[in-house]
């Protein structure tokens, strides 16, 4: 069964930074694209940046891009987004997912709150 | 940019009913296009795959058409369990893009 597993999230002031982890189980994860996206509270969804599977290309969001660095340790299973320089706008769920490259989304997980408020 | 345009924002139908909802491309994204469903407190779930592929696992109700700039995703008979938020995505283009959303609500 896929899993996939965030941490990480939490309170933080404005201009802090924070690390997303997301814990992946079930599939080859070295073989696998993954992405992270967000919603904000009470909106629609995000896409935040995306991964190859040997962490060599990525891609991200304009108003991420600079500010947010996604990478991977297919030894480890796990996914990550460092987010600097935060901003209250950037106050939501982060949801990591499987695919984002040549696929949809096809594996979700359930998503890590990151508050930024001072 | 490629914007998605879900229409209507809110459609109100009740159980048994059929559902269309429709995305719009702000240019061809030719078939990659995918639909997802959401429920309060919920991950996104995925629902259909370039234009019309049902995900593992998805019932037969869901259907998914449509090319270059005009989708559609029917539901042929909602039950309780579909009423919920769904966003259409393209990854045509970078940046990924999502629809605004269309939810289904019990009429």
């Known amino acids: 069964e896929v899993q996939l597993l965030e941490s990480g999230g939490g309170l933080v002031q404005p201009g802090g930074s924070l690390r997303l982890s997301c814990a992946a189980s079930g599939f080859t994860f070295s073989s696998y694209v993954m992405s992270w996206v967000r919603q904000a509270p009470g909106k629609g969804l995000t896409w935040v940046s995306s991964i190859g599977n040997a962490g060599a290309s990525t891609y991200y969001a304009d108003s991420m891009k600079g500010r947010f660095t996604i990478s991977r340790d297919n030894s480890k299973n796990t996914l990550y987004l460092q987010m600097n320089s935060l901003r209250a706008e950037d106050t939501a769920v982060y949801f990591c997912?499987?695919?984002?490259?040549?696929?949809?989304?096809?594996?979700w997980g359930q998503g890590s709150l990151v508050t930024v408020s001072s | 940019e490629i914007v998605l345009t879900q229409s209507p924002a809110t459609l109100s139908l009740s159980p048994g009913e059929r559902a269309t909802l429709s995305c719009r491309a702000s240019q061809s994204v030719s078939s990659y296009l995918a639909w997802y469903q959401q429920k309060p407190g919920q991950a996104p779930r995925l629902l259909i795959y370039d234009a019309f592929n049902r995900a593992t696992g998805i019932p037969a109700r869901f259907s998914g058409s449509g090319s270059g700039t005009d989708f559609t995703l029917t539901i042929s008979s909602l039950e309780p369990e579909d009423f919920a938020v769904y966003y259409c995505?393209?990854?045509?283009?970078?940046?990924?893009?999502f629809g605004q959303g269309t939810k289904v609500e019990i009429k």
């Open positions: 995505q393209q990854r045509s283009n970078w940046p990924r893009t």
């Open positions: 997912a499987r695919g984002g490259f040549y696929t949809a989304f096809d594996y």
